[in-house]
């Protein structure tokens, strides 16, 4: 935030690595004009993560030294056969990673339905993208788009036109069947399944919009917490997960 309102300069900053896939990319989300700036942000190192930046046109998968892909929303939907082929990938994958063959079948109806949700809801679904990143016992994925965001989407719907604000119009989707479509049945933003699915193994859900943020953790073997907050202003939509054995 501090940056963005210019409060902060890039190069006050202390030099540092990425080392969460979510992170680094809603910090490119809300910047997407450092990558293409000489030598990206000076301060940031971004590891093994700087794929992410430079190769975004079409699918590609890595899996040495770190099990890692990023798959455009429009590739999948001219050509359906790439996420069948990321199907296949994620599951082998997580389950080499140490998830079970249930887990791993999770994680791709998780991702499948959040890509859904930006062909359905964003109005701009050639901005989304689908990326993760997989490590011993660790599954991160992110699901996002440059499109109109969530309250532009809610105020659609002449039942939620008085929303101004992100935060609240966070809170509502995440809520069972909410959506922008006023009359139609189904076409909700599903969010409550990916609830429900990755009860167990999610440590740490994610969801940007607006100016708003708000996060579901869960640590050790208690119940989640969540909070929405103020944060930056990020175009469109932005949700990563992690999920750790």
């Given at each position: 935030?501090?940056?963005?309102?210019?409060?902060v300069e890039p190069a006050d900053?202390?030099?540092?690595?990425?080392?969460?896939?979510?992170?680094?990319?809603?910090l490119a989300h809300?910047?997407?004009?450092?990558?293409?700036?000489?030598?990206?942000?000076?301060?940031l190192d971004p590891?093994?993560?700087?794929?992410?930046?430079?190769?975004?046109?079409?699918?590609?998968?890595?899996?040495?030294?770190?099990?890692?892909?990023?798959?455009?929303?429009?590739?999948?939907i001219s050509n359906p056969l790439v996420w069948t082929d990321m199907i296949n990938r994620l599951k082998r994958l997580s389950i080499n990673a140490g998830f079970s063959s249930d887990h791993s079948g999770k994680f791709v109806a998780a991702i499948g339905e959040l890509w859904g949700n930006v062909v359905d809801h964003s109005q701009r679904s050639y901005t989304g993208y689908v990326a993760f990143s997989l490590g011993p016992g660790r599954f991160e994925f992110v699901v996002a788009d440059h499109g109109v965001g969530v309250l532009a989407s809610l105020k659609s719907n002449p039942d939620y036109a008085h929303l101004t604000d992100h935060g609240g119009a966070i809170k509502l989707v995440l809520s069972e069947g909410v959506s922008r479509y006023y009359t139609e049945e189904g076409h909700g933003f599903g969010f409550r399944p990916l609830f429900v699915g990755l009860a167990n193994i999610a440590r740490g859900?994610?969801?940007?919009?607006?100016?708003?943020?708000?996060?579901?953790?869960?640590?050790?073997?208690?119940?989640?917490s969540s909070r929405t907050y103020e944060l930056a202003h990020l175009p469109g939509f932005f949700c990563s997960v992690v999920c750790e054995i």
């Open positions: 935030m501090a940056l963005q309102n210019g409060a900053l202390p030099s540092c690595a990425a080392q969460s896939l979510g992170a680094f990319l809603e809300i910047f997407p004009g450092f990558k293409q700036t000489p030598g990206g942000l000076k301060w590891r093994h993560f700087q794929h992410f930046l430079t190769d975004r046109e079409t699918a590609w998968f890595l899996e040495e030294p770190h099990p890692y892909g990023f798959i455009p929303i429009a590739t999948m859900l994610r969801f940007r919009s607006g100016d708003h943020g708000r996060e579901v953790i869960r640590t050790g073997g208690g119940p989640p």
